[in-house]
């Protein structure tokens, strides 16, 4: 069997916290920023929470993470 590898690009976006959540950053953040509202950027800021329909997909790119 080959070696069990972690998709790097998931664990540049992914971290797992203690209890077994995964934080992840928002979307749509990134570039065009000028016609979206301060409200909503605002709102965009900060860490989200994986959600548990997701989670089955990012445990197999993260093996080794535990979940």
Known sequence: MPKMKTKKSAAKRFRVRPGGTVKRGA????????KKSTTRKRHLRGVKEVHETNMASI???????GL
């Open 27 to 34: 979307a749509y953040k990134r570039h065009i920023l000028t």
């Open 59 to 65: 445990a197999k790119m993260l093996p080794f993470a």
